[in-house]
């Protein structure tokens, strides 16, 4: 008697390609996601296609979290060298002739506009994992010199260009790869405690440390009124404080519960500066309050929670290293983002993650997500 075999449906083939996949994050991911668009559309009504292109954008950055979800973590590891020589190079290139804007040069034109120190995002912690997996078993306080080393440089570059926003954001990965890796508490504390002394004269000495006429030389003049603006808004209502003084109003407006979505008056009435973009929080506090906002932390709250546990359940030295920076990327990004709009913080231009307008974060956001989901996938691989 003749056998036959049913073909299987092109849905039924296809789901090995989710296998693996890590369905809290995801459900995580998919929250913050629709209040990302639902806040575009109130706060983009009259910017065109921001929504569309917003959406358009979360789309291309699940492609690519998809893609990069099929490649095991080791074969991640190839590309290390080569994207950290890549991107350093690029930023190099961009030193020398890059596109200047607003005073900054952060842009080079390959035919099209791109900004090379996105890739150092995801490139540096890359590089630093592959470091460390390489020294696994033999490391020395050398390895940690040499891991110092090739982060100061990109940083130091993203820095010139100047774009202290996104040199943080590198600086946090790179950093928290470090620490992950090893690094002694006895290293860690000392520049902290300075820091929080710093920060405490800096307070105290403030009237006559932004005095008119005053500059700090190891800080250029923006960088100086962004700190100065920090500390007293109210000492140029209408020009540098005029972003935090007005972000400040409108999550203190929204209240508890808000006013109610698409009824912002101090979003739509254009009084929130960037509302789309960087200061696209406080459009989202002054519509839906502290509840609100409260909902939405939590949300990132348990996105880099879940990025932990799955860099702690990681079976190699790499795979935990890498998904570890992922988590500490997502935490700055909304940590820093959620502070300057909220005036504790400078005004450095960082995006709200999956919440902001933009197409080159949104695909960083999608090689990390991929990242964690690709490590979360072989981890259920060595497990079975």
Known sequence: MAVVFEKPSALRRMMPLFDGFDGPLAFGVFLLACA???????????SGTRFADHGRNMLIAGFIMFVVAQVPPQRL??????????????????????????????????GVIIQPSEILKIAMPLMLAWWFQKREGKLNPLDFVVAGLLLAIPVGLIMKQPDLGTSLLVLAAGLSVIFFAGLS??????????????????VFFEPALCADGV??????????QRICTLLD????????GFHI?????AIGSGGFWGKGFMQGTQTHLEFIPERTTDFIFAAFSEEFGLFGNLLLIGCFIFLVIRALTIALEAPTVFSRLLAGAVAMIFFSYAFVNMGMVSGILPVVGVPLPFISYGGTAMVTLGLGLGILMSIAK??????S
């Open 36 to 46: 990302g668009m639902l806040t575009m559309y109130s706060s983009g009504f009259d």
């Open 77 to 110: 590891a190839v590309f290390a060298v080569p994207l950290y020589v890549l991107g350093v190079s690029l930023l190099i290139a961009v030193a020398v002739f890059g596109v200047t804007k607003k005073g900054a040069r952060r842009w080079l034109n390959v």
């Open 185 to 202: 508490w006895k290293l860690v504390v000392p520049p902290v405690l300075l820091a929080v002394v710093g920060i405490g004269l800096l």
């Open 215 to 224: 500059r700090w030389s190891i800080l250029r003049d923006y960088q100086q």
């Open 233 to 240: 808004p109210t000492r140029d209502p209408l020009g540098k």
């Open 245 to 249: 003084i007005q972000g400040m109003i």
């Open 378 to 383: 072989s981890k259920r691989l060595v497990q």
